[in-house]
């Protein structure tokens, strides 16, 4: 049996906070989320190709996208990192790495870097701006 549920004007919130204490928190979080300080990783986080990526991309036969993926994946990030990395599924992450372990021979994220390597690709990642360390 479920209990009674009506709404009651008099009734103290389930926290230990006060009411105005919680509403506080609701107010800042939705002012954060205004501010897109929860849409995503920020984006330095997200490598952009170079021109000398893009011909490293093409010379690969790989997509933009998929070079992109291999770059993080020669970083040793994981699938589900990358995803949140550059705002994407972790089905859509697979599904490009699987595109390009294909069309590099590979198996596994480690052969496909080490295929990557042996067709003359450098894998040099940009750097990327990394918050709280001073150079």
Request: positive net charge; hydrophobic residues 40%.
């Amino acid at each position: 049996m479920l209990p009674n549920m009506s709404w009651n004007p008099e009734r103290q919130p389930a926290s230990n906070q006060p009411a105005d204490a919680q509403q506080t928190a609701v107010e800042r979080a939705v002012r954060l989320a205004g501010n897109a300080h929860l849409t995503g990783p920020p984006p330095a986080l997200s490598p952009s190709l170079s021109a000398a990526g893009s011909d490293e991309a093409r010379m690969l036969r790989l997509t933009p996208r998929q070079y992109q993926i291999l770059l993080l994946l020669a970083k040793g990030h994981q699938l589900k990192v990358i995803s949140r990395m550059l705002d994407i599924s972790l089905a859509t992450v697979k599904s490009h790495a699987g595109q390009l372990y294909h069309r590099l021979g590979a198996r596994n994220a480690i052969e496909a870097v080490y295929a990557a390597r042996q067709r003359g690709a450098n894998l040099h990642l940009p750097a990327l701006e990394e918050p709280g360390i001073d150079s």
